[in-house]
């Protein structure tokens, strides 16, 4: 058996050759003594073209009613067409159905919206969008795994459920065993979690960066590459409530170090899609995004911007009015603030850094003006935040009266402390945001197109 890619990648190799293939059926025509198929097996972004003819196939009007989406196994002769689109066909001397479709089938040959394709998430993968979008997804995944394996970087895997609320946020997803109308109570009335599963409360992850942290104080370099989770009430179409987010933490290294690195790793991504990606970024370029390549070529071969959160913050203020949201010194920028900064001002992605202590998580590094912290959030012209980090607070006794400013009890992060009790060291982290990455190679606009099966507010579907 042959794959559709194997065809493709060597026409010449196959030049008269008997072969066989799998697939299913995007399309079928037929005209009186010939038939067309265009069958896709998943296996290249490219539908290989079958004949079928009255003369030679003997199942031949069986076959030309198929319906669109049948499964089949074409055996036949490989011709090559040089003057066609595609460089060669396949005409078939039999087909065997595997599985039949029916008239019914959602994914006739039209352009169908994303939205109406969200709505059939389990077929939309066999649609050239979908098959484009996911495998971006999967290149850009390894590409990820292959530029810090290549640089040493321990991939760790971090836990799911978690009893610590990283980002403070308290948008956790509660995992509890007890009965939710009846659970067991203490004496003053509240539930009782020392009778839970893992005798306390605990949650899904919002992040594996403390987790992380702990690793990168032996291995020095790590990153993690898992399905994190936000309670989030926000109907965007940025947010999901679950994601998958890749966190490095790197020892003995600073904001700079942590910049470095970020602005490294998006370029080695985009520069490895692009050149294992041509014909899905073709297509997003022709239809999702006019002059995405182009775009994207440009960002890897030029510096991407950085700005103080304080210069970010003056630059907005001159355009205010712009916004719907206030903007002002100690204000959390909404989208509509990073997007103006990195499309219209910047022009390019951009690097914000040191931003209010207020509005960041307790484990940024106070800097020495006492009001920011060393935090930096990238942001890209289309979508916004793609990546936040910081530099880690490695002073225990600063990292203590910050965690006593917003309440959070010593005894429930005393592993965490331990880490600067013990050979503490200056240290580095940020978590990108692998589906808005995603977005932002693919060019398309809502994070639900990017998720084989979404999970965000108010729908789970599957
Ligand atoms: O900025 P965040 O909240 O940072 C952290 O979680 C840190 N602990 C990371 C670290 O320093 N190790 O989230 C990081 C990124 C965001 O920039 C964004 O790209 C993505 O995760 N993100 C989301 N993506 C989709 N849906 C959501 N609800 C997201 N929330 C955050
Ligand atoms: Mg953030």
């Known amino acids: ?5 194997q065809l493709f990648s060597a026409p010449q190799d196959f030049d008269g050759a008997e072969t ?8 079928i025509r037929d005209s009186k003594a010939i038939g067309f198929i265009e069958l896709n097996d998943g296996s290249a972004f490219k539908n290989l073209q079958v004949i079928l003819e009255q003369g030679t196939l003997s199942n031949f009007s069986e076959i030309v009613k198929l319906n669109v989406g049948s499964a089949i196994t074409v055996h036949g002769r490989v011709v090559l067409t ?10 078939a001397e039999s087909v065997e159905v595997e599985g039949l479709s029916t008239p019914d089938y959602p994914l006739q040959k039209k ?3 994303l939205e109406f394709l969200r ?3 389990h077929l939309r993968p066999r649609t050239n969008t979908f098959e484009a979008v996911f495998r971006v997804r999967s290149v850009a995944a390894f590409a990820i795994h292959k530029f810090f394996n290549e640089r040493g970087f321990v991939y760790a895997h971090t836990p799911l459920i978690t009893g610590s609320d990283c980002e403070g946020a308290g948008e956790m997803f509660r995992v509890t065993t007890l009965d939710p109308k009846d659970p067991p109570l203490t004496e003053d009335g509240k539930v009782d979690y020392s009778q839970d599963f893992f005798g306390k409360q605990t949650s899904l992850t919002v992040s594996g960066q403390l987790e992380g942290e702990c690793m990168a104080m032996a291995f020095g370099k790590i990153y993690t590459f898992g399905p994190t989770f936000r309670a989030e009430n926000s109907n965007t179409p940025r947010h999901a409530a679950e994601f998958w987010m890749i966190e490095p933490e790197i020892a003995f290294a600073d904001l700079e170090d942590n910049m470095e690195l970020a602005e490294e790793m998006i370029k080695y991504v985009l520069s490895y899609v692009l050149e294992q990606c041509p014909q899905e970024m073709a297509f997003f370029n022709s239809f999702y995004d006019k002059g995405l390549i182009e775009r994207l070529e440009g960002i890897v ?4 911007g950085r700005v103080t959160y304080t210069e970010a913050v003056a630059l907005l203020e001159k355009v205010k009015d712009r916004f719907q949201y206030p903007v002002y010194w100690g204000c959390d920028l909404q989208t509509e603030h990073e997007r103006y900064l990195t499309e219209e001002i910047m022009k390019r992605p951009v690097f914000v850094t040191d931003y209010p202590k207020e509005i960041k998580a307790f484990y940024m590094r106070l800097n020495d003006d006492g009001k920011t912290v060393a935090a930096v959030d990238l942001l890209v012209p289309g979508i916004g935040e793609i990546i936040g980090g910081s530099q880690r607070e490695e002073r225990l006794d600063v990292l203590l009266s910050r965690m006593k400013e917003l309440d959070l009890r010593e ?3 005393s592993w965490y402390l331990d880490l600067r009790r013990f050979g503490g060291t200056k240290h580095a982290g940020y978590g990108l945001g692998f589906e808005r990455l995603i977005m932002y190679i693919t060019g398309v606009s809502n994070i639900r197109d990017v998720l084989p099966f979404p999970r965000t507010t108010g729908s789970a579907e599957y």
């Not at 058996?1 to 890619?5: D, M, N, S």
């Not at 066989?20 to 399309?27: D, H, I, P, Q």
């Not at 040089?82 to 005409?91: D, S, V």
């Not at 071969?301 to 991407?304: A, E, L, Y």
């Open 1 to 5: 058996r042959t794959e559709i890619k």
């Open 20 to 27: 066989t293939v799998c697939g299913w059926v995007r399309t």
């Open 82 to 91: 040089p003057e066609a689109k595609q460089p060669l066909e396949i005409h």
């Open 111 to 113: 352009r169908h919206s």
């Open 119 to 121: 709505s059939i998430a």
């Open 301 to 304: 071969s030029s510096d991407f």
């Open 411 to 413: 005894e429930d992060y």
